[in-house]
Nanobody, 124 residues
């Protein structure tokens, strides 16, 4: 499994922006499917965005047009640029990866490596 460490979370007001980063290490081989997930208090973990090694992306409808997933393969890093933040975006955000994939996926069960999470809080 790959080791993942998220950073960049914080508190912002409605309409604000944040950029999350995820540093990956321990790759045994490429390619990996990477994703961002979030889990609010009392809620199930939900997929936010996914990106494959070739740059194809998939977004949840709730964040489409506001969030952008990207990666820097040279730095083994994954990013999530979040703009137009809303109170309902408040959650712990997790980076995830899987070596076993065929398609972009927003289902948590498709991923087998997870970070510890970074908290994002959006106040009204």
């Amino acid at each position: 499994q790959v080791q993942l460490v998220e950073s960049g979370g914080g508190s912002v007001q409605t309409g604000g922006s944040l950029k999350l980063s995820c540093a990956a290490s321990g790759y045994r081989s490429r390619p990996y499917l990477m994703g961002w997930f979030r889990q609010g208090l009392g809620k199930e973990r939900e997929g936010v965005a996914s990106i494959d090694p070739y740059g194809s992306t998939l977004y949840a409808n709730s964040v489409k047009g506001r969030f952008t997933i990207s990666q820097d393969n040279a730095k083994n890093s994954l990013y999530l640029q979040m703009t137009g933040l809303k109170p309902e975006d408040t959650a712990m955000y997790y980076c995830a990866a899987t070596h076993s994939w065929r398609f972009l996926a927003l289902s948590a069960s498709r991923y087998d490596s997870w970070g510890q999470g970074t908290q994002v809080t959006v106040s009204s």
